[in-house]
């Protein structure tokens, strides 16, 4: 996501989540704990525009995406979602999905690593969004359900069809979208659905010091890792060797090239940049 995307001044305050920053490393927290952190469309908007800014800043070089209290995120509020959207023309629905999937795009076009902590429902909406982040750290009591055919709409909500059968194949996205069937941690970390599974309630914590590695590292070799990782899922071999060719050319004519070599030179650890 490119930094010269907007003017406006930062948001100083968000309304439907909760944002922290420590040194690199922000954790931005769905906050409806009373509902399981249902999503609002301001819930959608603020998770769409947070990212955008803290794309922009560039001060950020890790996220932690986590939920308040008993689960993760229970997908979009039944209430004030569907509730709403009954009542919706096709406009209005068009501009609304369109607003989710941005949510999605924005996960996965930030220059910087994204951690899901799981634990509790991630369901429907809730699912994606733990799918959409490069790593997802949960606990043993999390389980991950796709309910978008549960309630009589496709399973490829938000991406969900692209981005699922990427990661645990094709077989098990299937079944995970079609019969919309919780799978708890242990299949989902058998699958490859999440990364790493942590004890009970160390999913918060392990997710920070996993993001707090990353924003320790070269940032800026990560930023375009993650950035070929989802530019080349759909190219063909001779086309993702030549952009690897050409980011590696610009990375070898980076700071942090040079001082990875000057480090193990001098026998010590190098002292990233971002450049």
């Known amino acids: 996501m490119s930094p010269f995307t907007g003017s406006a001044q930062p948001t100083e305050?968000?309304?439907?989540?909760?944002?922290?920053?420590?040194?690199?490393?922000?954790?931005?927290?769905?906050?409806?704990?009373?509902?399981?952190?249902?999503?609002?469309?301001?819930?959608?908007?603020d998770l769409r525009d947070l990212l955008a800014e803290l794309s922009r800043e560039r001060?950020?070089?890790?996220?932690?995406?986590?939920?308040?209290?008993?689960g993760f995120c229970s997908g979009g509020d039944v209430d004030e979602i569907i509730g709403a959207t009954l009542s919706m023309d096709t406009a209005e629905l068009l501009d609304f999905n369109r607003m989710t999937g941005q949510v999605v795009r924005a996960i996965r076009e930030c220059p910087f690593p994204v951690v899901a902590a799981v634990h509790g429902v991630a369901a429907g909406a809730g699912a994606v969004l733990a799918l959409a982040a490069d790593f997802r750290v949960a606990d043993p009591s999390a389980r991950f359900a796709f309910l978008f055919t549960r309630v009589g709409l496709s399973g490829g909500d938000m991406g969900a069809a692209y981005l699922l059968p990427r990661t645990v194949g094709l077989g098990h996205a299937t079944r995970l979208l079609m019969l919309g069937e919780p799978v708890r941690a242990p299949e989902a970390e058998r699958i490859g659905l999440v990364s790493e599974l942590a004890d009970e309630g160390q999913a918060p914590a392990?997710?920070?010091?996993?993001?707090?590695?990353l924003a320790d590292g070269p940032s800026l070799a990560l930023a375009q890792t993650k950035a070929l990782l989802t530019a080349e899922l759909d190219m063909p071999l001779a086309a993702a060797v030549e952009m690897d060719a050409a980011t590696q050319a610009l990375l070898m004519n980076g700071r942090d090239y040079a001082e990875f070599h000057a480090a193990f030179a001098e026998k010590r650890p190098p002292r990233w940049e971002g450049r």
């Open 206 to 213: 392990r997710a920070t010091a996993l993001a707090r590695r």
């Open 59 to 70: 001060s950020v070089r890790a996220l932690v995406l986590g939920g308040e209290g008993r």
């Open 13 to 45: 305050k968000w309304h439907h989540l909760r944002l922290t920053r420590d040194d690199g490393v922000a954790t931005v927290t769905l906050a409806r704990p009373e509902k399981l952190n249902a999503l609002t469309f301001g819930a959608y908007a």
